[in-house]
């Protein structure tokens, strides 16, 4: 099942760089609030090297597979750079101080595991953000309408997000299209030093990604930004639970500045612009065939989801000898008791 699904994913990618190729040849004018305008073609696309004899290789759309089981892909020139420097044109008169949401209350606060600065573009903005959603929905193989609005972020120097991940575990963040399936998370400029994506999670399958990462980044599975890049990595497995694998970090831009574009998806279909919100309840995280693991505290899922099972090991899960406060929310049943079987 798992080689099919690769398989699928890197089909969708070559029959979206073969539609491209095929793309509409003419132009739209776009404005923007600084009162400049850009002219580009209408298929936003990169264009495929077989049908341009003096195009760059380097430049043609592909998709690396970075961990086949975590179902981790990075796909080279998914945005054109007239795209990449639309959406940063479009975010720029709006940008903010990032918030982090609460995991067990689902609100935003300002904390400083975040230091970045971010603004919102609604769903379907323009013609250009219309495009790339379309083009989201063909490589996921998930409905447009199950996105979020497209976050726009700038991190300059020193600037950073700690390990955390995009699954909501409070309640209320299943309410809307229930929960946060996959990520994919767009780079639309060259970082010069830092800034990786990096999952704390999975070690680097080379044992030292080398001196080209930064120090945050070389010994884990990450990824380097670069301009018209994406990463996609799902936050729920196939079984409904929780991918602790798709834990990730913002490592801290140490030269230059950083701008990215996440695009997380839903379970279902994400209403907006007064649509009736779908409320799809998540299956409960944990194991039912574990019934003595418990948590210690009511606390423990929260910091689960701001990912200190992998940062304080020792107090969330501990031992044998010496078991932790949050072995359950963690997904560590199975380290320290005996399976029930449920058909007996």
């Given at each position: 099942m798992k080689a099919i699904a690769v398989v699928v994913l890197a089909v969708a990618a070559l029959a979206r760089a073969e539609t491209v190729s095929a793309g509409i040849a003419r132009a739209e004018a776009m404005a923007y609030p600084d009162g400049s305008t850009t002219t580009f073609a209408a298929s936003f696309g990169n264009s495929s090297c077989a049908s341009e004899p003096a195009c760059d290789p380097s430049r043609s759309p592909r998709v690396q597979v970075l961990h086949e089981d975590a179902r981790i892909f990075l796909?080279?020139?998914f945005l054109t750079d007239?795209?990449?420097?639309?959406?940063?044109k479009l975010a720029e008169p709006t940008m903010a101080r990032s918030g982090v949401v609460e995991t067990d209350s689902?609100?935003?606060?300002?904390?400083?595991?975040?230091?970045?600065?971010?603004?919102?573009?609604n769903r379907g903005h323009d013609s250009v953000i219309a495009d790339i959603e379309a083009r989201i929905a063909k490589w996921t193989l998930m409905p447009a309408g199950n996105g979020e609005g497209l976050q726009v972020l700038k991190y300059e120097h020193g600037q950073e997000y700690e390990g955390h991940y995009d699954y909501f575990f409070h309640k209320a963040g299943t309410a809307n299209g229930g929960n946060r399936y996959l990520t994919v998370l767009m780079y639309l400029n060259d970082v010069e030093?830092?800034?990786?994506?990096c999952f704390p999670n999975i070690p680097s399958p080379n044992g030292d990604n080398g001196p080209e990462f930064s120090e945050c980044a070389r010994k884990v599975l990450a990824a380097k930004p670069k301009k018209g890049n994406a990463v996609l990595f799902h936050s729920i497995k196939p079984t409904g639970e929780?991918?602790?694998?798709s834990l990730h970090t913002a490592c801290p831009v140490i030269k230059g500045v950083k701008w990215s574009a996440p695009k997380w998806v839903h379970v279902g279909h994400y209403a907006v612009g007064g649509e009736k919100p779908q409320h799809i309840q998540q299956i409960p995280q944990g194991d039912s065939t574990y019934p003595e693991c418990k948590n210690k505290d009511a606390a423990c899922d929260s910091w689960?989801?701001?990912?200190?099972c992998e940062k304080n090991p020792v107090f969330m899960v501990g031992t044998k000898q010496r078991p932790g406060h949050c072995i359950k929310a963690c997904?560590?049943?199975?380290?320290?008791?005996?399976?029930?079987d449920e058909e007996a």
């Open positions: 796909y080279h020139n007239e795209e990449c420097d639309h959406i940063i689902g609100k935003s606060k300002i904390d400083n595991v975040r230091t970045s600065k971010g603004t919102f573009l030093e830092g800034g990786e994506t929780l991918e602790r694998r689960a989801g701001n990912g200190e997904g560590k049943c199975s380290h320290f008791y005996t399976a029930v």
